[in-house]
């Protein structure tokens, strides 16, 4: 079945990936519309060995096309999304504006495909956080094999998560500390260069950034509402790709050995895991990869029925515009497409 995808956003790094997937994975697409905004009119983008014009999102007729991909942010999102979906596209939003509305499914294909078939109540269905993504991703068969109660999760979350302006100042400023040029924060509220900065987002009542927040309540939405999950979420002189270091409390018992072989087999992932020098996988590695991995599992011995482990990938892929394009894919296999027409 082939299908008309929109993709709003389309100059962005995220709108840009999603064109190279949708590409790379031979996506059944009969036309490929790329919106932006009308300063971006006729400007050219790659999508595998054709080039596409930019059209005007403002004047774009959403009944041409079945599928929408959204990467332009919540408030394009909040205007635009709502006027896609009543006009018949199925929109796939990748902000975070109707992650937590329950009558938008939250989805991550590997961990709840079935929820899709929820998309109908606003013909809108949500991308999760690119932290949550992968997390998801390595918790589920841990989670269906043993059961998860608690999770403890510190991120390293490349600058790549904050837009081009975030990776232009991270390289701006690295080139500037060589020659002597004083470091001046603009995206982030401290040097990004050679430093790590705890703080995502905008901070809550309760201490907690909205970064750290969206983890737990995404989560608790893909996954599991009964299970308690805490983050820190610090933002590394990267460019692409986010790393977690994880803990984990199981209700049932689970040795590492066993964890690494339910992983191994687990949609999505691939373990790497050598208990020796360069045996795991980090984050300059996962760039380009379609597959979230998993390295350095172990028993943590300070709780009952701990785990401990490493997760990186490339979150401008699995954390934004792949998860995307696998629900698209996901709509098709299901016969949603189908039944919308």
Same mark, same amino acid.
């Given at each position: 079945?082939? #299908?008309?995808?929109?993709?709003?956003?389309?100059?962005?790094? +995220?709108?840009?990936?999603?064109?190279?997937?949708?590409?790379?994975?031979?996506?059944?697409?009969?036309? #490929?519309?790329?919106?932006?905004?009308?300063?971006?009119?006729?400007?050219?983008?790659?999508?595998?060995?054709?080039?596409?014009?930019?059209?005007?999102?403002?004047?774009?007729? %959403?009944?041409?096309?079945?599928?929408?991909?959204?990467?332009?942010?919540?408030? #394009? &999102?909040?205007?635009?999304?709502?006027?896609?979906?009543?006009?018949?596209?199925?929109?796939?939003?990748?902000?975070?504006?109707?992650?937590?509305?329950?009558?938008?499914?939250?989805?991550?294909?590997?961990?709840?495909?079935?929820? +899709?078939?929820?998309?109908?109540?606003?013909?809108?269905?949500?991308?999760?956080? /690119?932290?949550?993504?992968?997390?998801?991703?390595?918790?589920?068969?841990?989670?269906?094999?043993?059961?998860?109660?608690?999770?403890?999760?510190?991120?390293?979350?490349?600058?790549?998560?904050?837009?081009?302006?975030?990776?232009?100042?991270?390289?701006?400023?690295?080139?500037?500390?060589?020659?002597?040029?004083?470091?001046?924060?603009?995206? %982030?509220?401290?040097?990004?260069?050679?430093?790590?900065?705890?703080?995502?987002?905008?901070?809550?009542?309760?201490?907690?950034?909205?970064?750290?927040?969206?983890?737990?309540?995404?989560?608790?939405?893909? $996954?599991?509402?009964?299970?308690?999950?805490?983050?820190? /979420?610090?933002?590394?002189?990267?460019?692409?790709?986010?790393?977690?270091?994880?803990?984990?409390?199981?209700?049932?018992?689970?040795?590492? =050995?066993?964890?690494?072989?339910? $992983?191994?087999? &687990?949609?999505? $992932? $691939?373990?790497?895991?050598?208990?020796?020098?360069?045996?795991?996988?980090?984050?300059?590695?996962?760039?380009?990869? %379609?597959?979230?991995?998993?390295?350095?599992?172990?028993? =943590?011995?300070?709780?009952?029925?701990?785990?401990?482990?490493? /997760?990186?990938?490339?979150?401008?892929?699995?954390?934004?515009?792949?998860?995307?394009?696998?629900?698209?894919?996901?709509?098709?296999?299901?016969?949603?497409?189908?039944?919308?027409?």
């Amino acid at each position: 079945m082939e #299908v008309n995808v929109a993709i709003v956003g389309a100059t962005g790094n +995220v709108g840009q990936e999603m064109l190279a997937i949708l590409a790379e994975r031979l996506f059944p697409a009969k036309n #490929v519309f790329a919106l932006a905004s009308r300063q971006s009119i006729g400007r050219e983008i790659s999508f595998g060995d054709k080039t596409l014009k930019c059209r005007d999102l403002e004047t774009f007729d %959403f009944s041409q096309a079945d599928i929408a991909l959204f990467a332009a942010g919540g408030g #394009v &999102a909040k205007e635009w999304a709502p006027k896609a979906a009543k006009a018949g596209a199925i929109v796939i939003d990748n902000s975070s504006h109707f992650r937590m509305d329950p009558d938008v499914p939250l989805i991550v294909p590997e961990v709840n495909a079935d929820a +899709v078939a929820d998309f109908a109540k606003k013909n809108i269905i949500a991308n999760p956080n /690119c932290s949550t993504a992968q997390l998801v991703v390595a918790l589920k068969p841990l989670h269906d094999a043993a059961k998860i109660k608690r999770v403890v999760v510190s991120t390293y979350q490349s600058t790549s998560g904050a837009g081009k302006d975030a990776m232009d100042e991270l390289f701006n400023q690295t080139k500037g500390i060589f020659v002597n040029d004083e470091p001046s924060p603009s995206k %982030f509220t401290k040097q990004i260069a050679f430093n790590v900065i705890p703080h995502i987002d905008v901070f809550m009542e309760d201490g907690f950034t909205k970064e750290e927040w969206k983890m737990t309540a995404e989560t608790k939405k893909i $996954l599991d509402p009964t299970i308690r999950l805490t983050a820190n /979420c610090v933002r590394v002189p990267t460019f692409v790709g986010h790393a977690e270091a994880v803990n984990i409390e199981l209700e049932n018992p689970l040795s590492d =050995d066993e964890a690494r072989e339910i $992983l191994r087999e &687990a949609p999505g $992932l $691939l373990v790497v895991d050598k208990r020796e020098d360069g045996g795991y996988v980090t984050p300059i590695e996962c760039v380009g990869e %379609f597959a979230t991995f998993v390295s350095r599992i172990r028993v =943590d011995p300070t709780i009952e029925n701990g785990l401990a482990l490493w /997760c990186v990938s490339d979150n401008l892929r699995k954390g934004a515009a792949l998860n995307a394009v696998q629900i698209a894919e996901t709509l098709i296999n299901h016969g949603h497409l189908q039944k919308a027409a």
